[in-house]
T-cell receptor
Framework: KAGVTQTPRYLIKTRGQQVTLSCSPI?????VSWYQQTPGQGLQFLFE???????NKGNFPGRFSGRQFSNSRSEMNVSTLELGDSALYLC??????????????FGQGTRLTVV | QKEVEQDPGPLSVPEGAIVSLNCTYS??????FMWYRQYSRKGPELLMY????GNKEDGRFTAQVDKSSKYISLFIRDSQPSDSATYLC?????????????FGTGTLLAVQP
């Protein structure tokens, strides 16, 4: 069974640019969450999508956005990049937490460097 | 005060030792408790997943949850150099709510051969 796939694995962008990251969840999983991981702040929740709807959002500026498609694949977008956006962006997939199964499986992440 | 507190370490032990990793939390509404292992430059790997209070064992790993004390633990028996990684605890509200995970800061473990 394939795991969570994130693309690309590495990105280097310039301040002011925008970036789109992609996540394909485990087959059959309908919930996708995104996290930002930095040495100083650790893992912080960005947002969660379930059945193409954003169900929850973390405390990040509006420059961070996301969406989920009908096949459960998800993308996140960061506009007007800042140096502080440099981080490992992680995607996690879950079957369906409303069914009582909250196990979340992570991808390898996309390492974004803003210069 | 953070919702989840975890000693960042680093923790260094000899091969074969029993390792104890711990987290405390403040939100009594948390229902699901997880431990992840993260190797350098990799994504977190789910090790243990428990619901509510109690113990769960899987091979060399044992997870304990004490909701009355708001305290969770992960024990690693017969530790190996390959166990050297950062261990993250995570919690969620669970059923009918959200799948949002709140993480501890992670404990860096080094198992010396």
């Amino acid at each position: 069974k394939a795991g969570v796939t994130q693309t690309p694995r590495y990105l280097i962008k310039t301040r002011g640019q925008q970036v789109t990251l992609s996540c394909s969840p485990i087959s059959g999983h309908r919930s996708v969450s995104w996290y930002q991981q930095t040495p100083g702040q650790g893992l912080q929740f960005l947002f969660e999508y379930f059945s193409e709807t954003q169900r929850n959002k973390g405390n990040f500026p509006g420059r961070f956005s996301g969406r989920q498609f009908s096949n459960s694949r998800s993308e996140m977008n960061v506009s007007t990049l800042e140096l502080g956006d440099s981080a490992l962006y992680l995607c996690a997939s879950s079957v369906d937490p409303t069914g009582g199964n909250a196990e979340a499986f992570f991808g390898q992440g996309t390492r974004l460097t803003v210069v | 005060q953070k919702e989840v507190e975890q000693d960042p370490g680093p923790l260094s032990v000899p091969e074969g030792a029993i390792v104890s990793l711990n987290c405390t939390y403040s939100n009594s509404a948390f229902q699901y408790f997880m431990w992840y292992r993260q190797y350098s430059r990799k994504g977190p790997e789910l090790l243990m997943y428990t619901y509510s209070s109690g113990n769960k064992e899987d091979g060399r790993f044992t997870a304990q949850v004490d909701k009355s004390s708001k305290y969770i633990s992960l024990f690693i028996r017969d530790s190996q150099p390959s166990d050297s990684a950062t261990y993250l605890c995570a919690m969620s509200l669970g059923r009918g709510a959200t799948n949002k995970l709140i993480f501890g800061t992670g404990t860096l473990l080094a198992v010396q051969p």
